[in-house]
C-alpha cells in the first residue's frame, strides 16, 4: 500500500463523513417534530418523501454511507497490518482516546443500528407498506416497546462516542489543522456532538413515557 493511496483514502473517509455529519442534523430536526405534533411529523415526512431535491439527495445518502463504511474498514485493516502493538505505545503516551481507538468498533455497531433503523422505516415506507400506520404511528408503536427504546438510546451513545473523535479529525484529515482554528473546531464539535446525541436520545425516551406529543397544532 503505498502513502499516497492511504492518505487519499484517509481523505475519502473525512470527506464522506462530513457529508453525512450534514444529514443528521435535518433527520433530527424531522424527528423531534414527533415529540410536537402527530400531523406535523406525518406532513414533514410526507414532504421528505416527495420533494425532489430530497429524492436526489437520498441515494448520495446512501452513497456517502457506504464509501464511509467500506472506507473506514480498509484503513482499519491497513492499520492493523502496520502497527499491530500501536495501542500500547499511544496509551503509554497518553495521546489518543478510547473513542479515537475503537472508531472500527463504534462504528461496526453503528452499522448493525443502521441496517435494524432500515428495516424498522426505510424498508416499510419504501418497500414492504406500513400495515395501515402513519409514519407518526411506526415511531410511537416502535418506542413503545422498552428493548427498542433500550437498543436505540444505546445507539445514540455509540453515535455521540464515535462522532466526538470523528468530527474533529475529519476537518484535521482534510488540512483543517492551525493552533488559531483547532479551538473552534474542537469547541463546534463539542456542541454539534451534544446536540446530536441529547436530542436523539430524549425522542425515544419521551415517545416511551407517552409524554409526546406536547404541541396543540
Ligand atoms: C429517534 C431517532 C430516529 C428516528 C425516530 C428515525 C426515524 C426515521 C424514519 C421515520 C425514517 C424514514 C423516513 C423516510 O423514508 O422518509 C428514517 C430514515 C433514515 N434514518 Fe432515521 N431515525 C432516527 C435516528 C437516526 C440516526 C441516529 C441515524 C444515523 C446514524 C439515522 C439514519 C437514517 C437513514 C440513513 C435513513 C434513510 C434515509 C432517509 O430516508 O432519509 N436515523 N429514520
Redesign the pocket.
Known sequence: MSQSSSIVRKVTMSLSGLFLLT??PL?LLI?SL?LCSADLFNDA?HF??TNLL?QVM?PA?GIG?LVHIIMGIKLEMQNRKARPIKYEFEDAKGSSTWASRNMIVTGLL?LA??CL??AN??VK??FTGMDGQT?FE??TNLFSMWYYVVI?VV??VL?GVHLSHGFSSAFQSVGANHTKYNPIIKMAAQGYVAVITIG?TI??ILHFLGIAPFCTL
Open positions: 444529514f443528521l433527520h424527528n414527533s415526512v421528505m418523501e430530497i437520498q445518502l454511507f453503528l443500528f443502521l433503523h432500515m422505516y426505510f415506507m419504501k409514519a411506526l415511531v436505540y445507539s445514540f453515535l436523539f425522542i425515544p
